[in-house]
Every structure is written in C-alpha cells, then in structure tokens.
C-alpha cells in the first residue's frame, strides 16, 4: 500500500514539475509589456463601496480597480477588500478606506521578465498587479491574462 501511495505522489510530482517547465518555456522572454493592458478600470478613492460594487463588479464584471488621483496610483480595490466590510456598511464606508495602498501592493515593471512576475504573484497570492513606469499607472497584467496568452499560444502550436 505505501509503495503505490509513494509511486502516487512521485508520479505526481513529476508531472507538476514537467507542466512547470512546459509553462517556463512558454513565457520565456516574454515581457509584461506584452501581456499587460492598458486598459485599466481606474476610480476616486472617494466613492463608496456599495458604489464600487454596484458599478465596478455587479454592473461591469470586474474583480479589481485601480485607485488612482491625478494620474498616481494610490491603491487598488479588490473583491477581496470588500470582503472585510460588513455589507451594512459599505454605503458608509469609501474605496479609499478598504482599499490596498499602493505601498502594500505588488507592480510590475514594462520590461519585467513575466515568467518571475508569475512566480512573485504565486508566492504573494495575488491575481492582479498594476504596471507602473516612474512611478505612474501603465496598466494592470492579471492572471486571466497570463492564462489566455498561454493558451493561444498552445492553441496556434508557438
């Protein structure tokens, strides 16, 4: 029995460890430059979370904005954010007060290797990171977006 558990677990292993080397290959010398939007859905950090929700994830699907003021980045707002907020609260409550600050957040950088940005969002358990140059919002690369650069590549067979 132990022997099959141990078989098991090395098979398993193995297979992660050739996934991960499959994922190394498919991202090297990619850049966050080319998988980043520039698009990011940004906001004032003084609207309310019953705003934020009822705009940004109910009406426009997103999980996360950019707080931003005078074109800086201030922070971003996550679903996880709100999560800390009892629901009786939100309409009292603004983005600015839940949100993450920019001093607490991952960002990446245009010419940043986005096979490491992937690791540093695993290690830090982080789905999104807003791209900065001089200090400044350029755009935001999500797991979404690695996810479906990888699979396009798969797919065309590059």
């Known amino acids: 029995m132990w022997i099959a558990f141990i ?10 460890s050739k996934q991960q080397a499959t994922l190394g290959q498919l991202l090297s010398g990619v850049k966050v430059r080319d998988i980043m939007t520039g698009e990011c859905p ?7 979370l019953e705003r934020f929700v009822d705009e940004q994830v109910r009406r426009a699907g997103r999980r996360c904005v950019l707080v931003t003021e005078n ?27 839940v949100m993450t600050p920019v001093a607490e957040l ?11 940005l992937l690791q540093r969002m695993d290690e830090g358990d982080v789905h999104q990171v ?17 996810i479906r650069y990888v699979r396009t590549r798969l797919e065309l067979g590059i």
């Open 7 to 16: 078989g098991w677990f090395l098979n398993g292993a193995a297979e992660s």
């Open 42 to 48: 940004v906001m004032d950090g003084a609207v309310s």
């Open 71 to 97: 074109q800086a980045l201030r922070g971003m707002m996550t679903l996880h954010n709100v999560r800390t907020v009892p629901r009786e609260d939100w309409s009292r409550r603004s983005v600015a007060e």
């Open 106 to 116: 991952q960002r990446a950088r245009l010419e940043e290797d986005v096979w490491s």
């Open 130 to 146: 807003p791209v900065t140059d001089d200090g400044h919002l350029v755009g935001l690369i999500t797991r979404e977006h690695l």
